[in-house]
């Protein structure tokens, strides 16, 4: 019973989520909902058995969050101390003499101090952030590979097919993950520098925000690197340029779908940010833990299904279009079915 058990964790059903033909649905705004309803509980248990690859970037975000929440309070403590003398059980003489034999005697310091420290720990983030981004690759191409048989009512193995994937595309999907990572601290330096030099001169706003735009760019060419990568056989080139063209091409929509996948965190910080409590946090924690990172992946090959439709496997001999839709064909099927059934002698 057990090994029952295991064995349907890993692989799944064999057909499930198949739809008849008579039940296609029509368009892919239904096809993305009916197949989420269908394989939601497999997203949790695809999640959670590639969950190990993102807790390094997890762990590292939040000890990060965890030390600005400190560092602010700290500072809105001493704040309160200033005004009206006000100590707590956390805040006590002891902290007050403290800062004063570091030389913090005043808002002014103490707010330098602080933003001296948050930006420490921005730039020990950003290196931690460098290999906890870079070995996401591979597992984001097989999670890429098994959501997109998913989106489009096709059968994948939760495990089986999740390795075949890892196995066929690491090099790519590292190579994608080592640029990603690189980006964020590429992005602050950078920003920081052309900042400084635009004071004295305004034409370093231009390098500025062509690092901005580049890193945007970037950002939403994710969207379809991954999906691309396991669809199409193509150089490690051409899956950038393509990936790339396609976001700028498609930049409404694509700039929506990074949006869409901010919306828990965008709830979850201003939760926090009214109220004050850590559970906000936590519970942003458990649903990219639980569901999360899978989610995604699942979204974005539902969007990038139909964009390689559109603008290329429409343009590809004998290549299928529409998988997991109704067409004409399967209507005109049904009509011609119904009337020789209706022909038949009783």
């Not at 004050?276 to 833990?289: E, H, K, M, P």
Request: proline residues 3%.
């Amino acid at each position: 019973m057990f090994g029952r058990m295991m064995n349907n964790f890993y692989y799944g059903k064999s057909g499930k989520g198949d739809f008849r033909k008579e039940d296609l649905p029509k368009n892919r705004w239904q096809l993305f909902w009916e197949m989420l309803r269908v394989r939601f509980a497999a997203l949790c248990r695809l999640n959670l058995m590639t969950v190990a690859a993102w807790l390094p970037l997890i762990i590292v975000v939040g000890i990060f969050i965890t030390n600005v929440i400190s560092v602010l309070n700290n500072q809105l403590q001493f704040q309160a101390y200033m005004e009206n003398g006000a100590l707590t059980e956390s805040f006590t003489e002891e902290s007050v003499n403290r800062l004063a034999q570091a030389g913090i005697t005043d808002m002014d310091t103490m707010n330098k101090v602080s933003f001296d420290i948050i930006r420490v720990e921005l730039n020990k983030m950003l290196l931690l952030l460098i290999p906890c981004i870079l070995i996401t690759g591979p597992v984001q191409a097989g999670l890429a590979y098994v959501t997109r048989n998913w989106s489009r009512d096709e059968h994948a193995f939760i495990w089986s097919d999740f390795k075949d994937a890892v196995k066929e595309n690491w090099k790519q999907g590292l190579g994608v993950s080592a640029i990603t990572s690189l980006l964020p601290i590429i992005l602050y330096v950078g920003y920081q520098f052309y900042g400084q030099q635009a004071q004295t001169n305004v034409i370093f706003m231009v390098p500025q925000m062509l690092l901005v735009m580049i890193c945007v760019v970037w950002a939403l060419s994710l969207v379809f690197m991954y999906p691309m990568m396991v669809t199409y056989k193509v150089s490690f080139g051409q899956l950038i340029k393509n990936s790339m063209v396609m976001a700028i091409g498609r930049l409404p929509q694509t700039v929506g779908i990074r949006l869409l996948m901010l919306v828990p965190a965008m709830i979850a910080g201003v939760v926090f940010f009214f109220t004050g409590s850590l559970i906000a946090l936590l519970v942003l924690g458990a649903y990219y833990i639980l569901f999360g990172f899978a989610f995604f992946r699942f979204v974005a090959a539902s969007y990038t299904n139909g964009v390689f439709d559109k603008f290329i496997n429409s343009h590809m001999e004998g290549v299928e279009i529409n998988r997991g839709l109704a067409s004409e064909d399967d209507e005109d099927e049904d009509e011609e079915e119904q009337q020789e059934d209706e022909n038949q002698p009783q």
